[in-house]
T-cell receptor, first 109, second 116 residues
Framework: DAKTTQPTSMDCAEGRAANLPCNHS???????VYWYRQIHSQGPQYIIH???NNETNEMASLIITEDRKSSTLILPHATLRDTAVYYC??????????FGKGTRLHILP | DAGITQSPRYKITETGRQVTLMCHQT?????MFWYRQDLGHGLRLIYY???????DKGEVPDGYVVSRSKTENFPLTLESATRSQTSVYFC???????????????FGPGTRLTVL
């Protein structure tokens, strides 16, 4: 079973920051938080991952709470091309990925 | 710079037939994975392989067979296809020996399989 809980869907206005929450209250000390997204009909795409500290790359930022029980993926300036299903995944590095249902993000023009 | 490819991209077959879906990666990644995705479901892991000649079951392995004689190839075989195996199949690879490889899986474009 997936170890995360995400909202089923979210809307965000184009140009605004999209904040996608994820709960992972049973996360273990050696488990990372990963985010992938899947644009319609394509294979999933890795976005970012983190262990304890907040992380940022060219695509997004990942904010992990101090107790590591939840996190937020931030797309700073959402565009229509960011419309996708976003998956929050918790796992040990090198382990297989178990996907949940994810959050369907709609970017509104 | 082919990356990870899947063939065929689309396949229609009949119940009871054997079907093999191919997956090829050019990065020499040690890990390879097969997932299926059905309407209303996220991706579900079928089988994975940590290296050539090493394979293991995922969440939904029944009705599927895999092999890994070469690092770059990971074929998935449906020995006797059923309608419930109609799905989109994604192959992925990763390499934990590389700096970012432990964390990132690279996915192929998918194979859309219809079993009539």
């Amino acid at each position: 079973d997936a170890k995360t809980t995400q909202p089923t869907s979210m809307d965000c206005a184009e140009g605004r920051a999209a904040n996608l929450p994820c709960n992972h209250s049973t996360i273990s000390g050696n488990e990372y938080v990963y985010w992938y997204r899947q644009i319609h009909s394509q294979g999933p795409q890795y976005i970012i991952h983190g262990l304890k500290n907040n992380e940022t790359n060219e695509m997004a930022s990942l904010i992990i709470t101090e107790d590591r029980k939840s996190s937020t993926l931030i797309l700073p300036h959402a565009t229509l091309r960011d419309t996708a299903v976003y998956y929050c995944i918790v796992r040990v590095a090198n382990d297989k990925i178990i996907f949940g249902k994810g959050t369907r993000l709609h970017i509104l023009p | 710079d082919a990356g990870i490819t899947q063939s065929p991209r689309y396949k229609i077959t009949e119940t009871g037939r054997q079907v093999t879906l191919m997956c090829h990666q050019t990065w020499s990644h040690s890990y390879m994975f097969w997932y299926r995705q059905d309407l209303g479901h996220g991706l579900r892991l079928i089988y994975y392989s940590a290296a050539a000649d090493i394979t293991d079951k995922g969440e939904v392995p029944d009705g599927y067979v895999v092999s890994r004689s070469k690092t770059e190839n990971f074929p998935l075989t449906l020995e006797s296809a059923t309608r419930s195996q109609t799905s989109v199949y994604f192959c992925a690879s990763s390499d934990p020996s590389r700096l970012a490889g432990a964390h990132e899986q690279f996915f192929g474009p998918g194979t859309r399989l219809t079993v009539l």
